[in-house]
T-cell receptor, first 110, second 117 residues
């Protein structure tokens, strides 16, 4: 079983739609959680960190459920520019490598 | 903001030759460098972790004699793909980490697309 599993996608949605991505992780000792965005043939870029209390950044809302080892990302009012691959990422402990999920591809069309 | 400069961005080499990829942290000290590889439509897979002045720690299944990592200074780490073969064609990317409280956290290079022909 992979350490980080994501929805396979792809998600094809119209502009303005709300879309949700899910992710599960297998290592219960994982300490930090993130969503990254990766555009085609580019390096991944941090979208937001994820906290147990849930956090919001504009149209993006992230949730973490440690008990079920589940992470989610909600994107409201999708824009064309949101088209990318969204990577669920965990870190086992401070100073260790980021562990990436396979990513979920989002395509927003007009 | 923090920048990691990775070169080359793209390289095509002949089978059997070696290719060196460099990652430099431009305005912070990278105490640890992580090297990843990404095949098309796959996730970034951690290859190895290197700490400045120490030997790299390789993930299971990654040949240390084929993927040579050098982290001789706090601002430079290199990955050399030796005797490259077509199956080594991939996107290689580094991620530099600074000590907690002493830098930007994790910063990625822009990646190197290697094609072995």
């Amino acid at each position: 079983r992979k350490e980080v599993e994501q929805d396979p996608g792809p998600f094809n949605v119209p502009e303005g739609a709300t879309v949700a991505f899910n992710c599960t992780y297998s290592n219960s000792a994982s300490q930090s959680f993130f969503w990254y965005r990766q555009d085609c043939r580019k390096e991944p870029k941090l979208l937001m960190s994820v906290y147990s209390s849930g956090n919001e950044d504009g149209r993006f809302t992230a949730q973490l459920n440690r008990a079920s080892q589940y992470i989610s990302l909600l994107i409201r009012d999708s824009k064309l520019s949101d088209s990318a691959t969204y990577l669920c990422v965990v870190k086992r402990q401070a100073g260790t490598a980021l562990i990436f999920g396979k990513g979920t591809t989002l395509s927003v069309s007009s | 903001g923090a920048v990691v400069s990775q070169h080359p961005s793209r390289v095509i080499c002949k089978s059997g030759t070696s290719v060196k990829i460099e990652c430099r942290s431009l305005d912070f000290q990278a105490t640890t460098m992580f090297w990843y590889r990404q095949f098309p439509k796959q996730s970034l897979m951690l290859m190895a972790t290197s700490n400045e002045g120490s030997k790299a720690t390789y993930e299971q299944g990654v040949e240390k004699d084929k993927f040579l990592i050098n982290h001789a200074s706090l601002t430079l780490s290199t990955l050399t793909v030796t005797s490259a073969h077509p199956e080594d064609s991939s996107f290689y990317i580094c991620s530099a980490a600074s000590l907690p409280g002493q830098g930007p956290g994790y910063t990625f290079g822009s990646g190197t697309r290697l094609t072995v022909v």
